[in-house]
């Protein structure tokens, strides 16, 4: 089957760093994206990875490593407005149909 | 501005009464979808559509219907709800071209079936 395991629920304090995982069983790969969505609003798109290696963009990188099936979302010097549920997706062929992980909840305390 | 309207965005409806959920894109985007999301379950896709006069069944399609009529408008509709189809939904669209194609979302519409 197709699978995506990210954890339910982080914290992490403001100005600090999170590393947040997304791990994927798919029976291809053709990129993984991760979305941001706050509480009753839309997902917004952050970032997509189809090569291995990191992609940088501000505050926000993503890591991918196709052989191990794993990505992550790094998030450097974090504000309250960054408290959200982050959305690892993957794209398993060549169609636009999205595998969804069901979402990470970040807490951000003061 | 580009944008994915959706409406109603809140609803109270009882079991049986039929309704439906208009979706429309100002992007001339080819593929649009319909998605739920309910708690620790993330987005489940219900039907999707690669152009017009094309759709597909997603992952929980059961008790729903689209149509693809025209490029810009992808209506969800219920013929007859029933409770555990409460949830919060969103209609999304993206371009078809190579690389990443970044879905764009629609506010939500949060539906309550009693």
């Known amino acids: 089957g197709q699978n995506i395991d990210q954890p339910t629920e982080m914290t992490a304090t403001e100005g600090a760093i999170v590393q947040i995982n997304c791990t994927y069983q798919t029976s291809g790969f053709n990129g993984l994206f991760w979305y941001q969505q706050h509480a009753g609003e839309a997902p917004t798109f952050l970032s997509y990875n189809v090569l291995d290696g990191l992609e940088e963009k501000g505050r926000f990188s993503s890591f991918l490593s196709r052989s191990k099936g794993y990505s992550y979302l790094l998030l450097k010097e974090l504000q309250m407005k960054d408290s959200a549920s982050y959305l690892c997706a993957v794209r398993a062929d060549s169609n636009y149909q999205l595998i969804w992980g069901a979402g990470t909840k970040l807490i951000i305390k003061p | 501005e580009a944008q994915v309207t959706q409406n109603p965005r809140y609803l109270i409806t009882v079991t049986g009464k039929k309704l439906t959920v208009t979706c429309s894109q100002n992007?001339?985007?080819?593929?649009m979808s319909w998605y739920r999301q309910d708690p620790g379950l993330g987005l489940r896709q219900i039907y999707y559509?690669?152009?017009?006069?094309?759709?597909d069944k997603g992952d929980v399609p059961e008790g729903y219907k689209v149509s693809r009529k025209e490029k810009r408008n992808f209506p969800l509709i219920l013929e007859s709800p029933s409770p555990n189809q409460t949830s919060l939904y969103f209609c999304?669209?993206?371009?078809?071209?190579?690389?990443?194609?970044?879905?764009?979302f629609g506010a939500g519409s949060r539906l309550t079936v009693l």
């Open positions: 999304a669209s993206s371009p078809r071209t190579s690389g990443a194609n970044v879905l764009t």
């Open positions: 559509s690669m152009n017009v006069e094309v759709t």
């Open positions: 992007m001339n985007h080819e593929y």
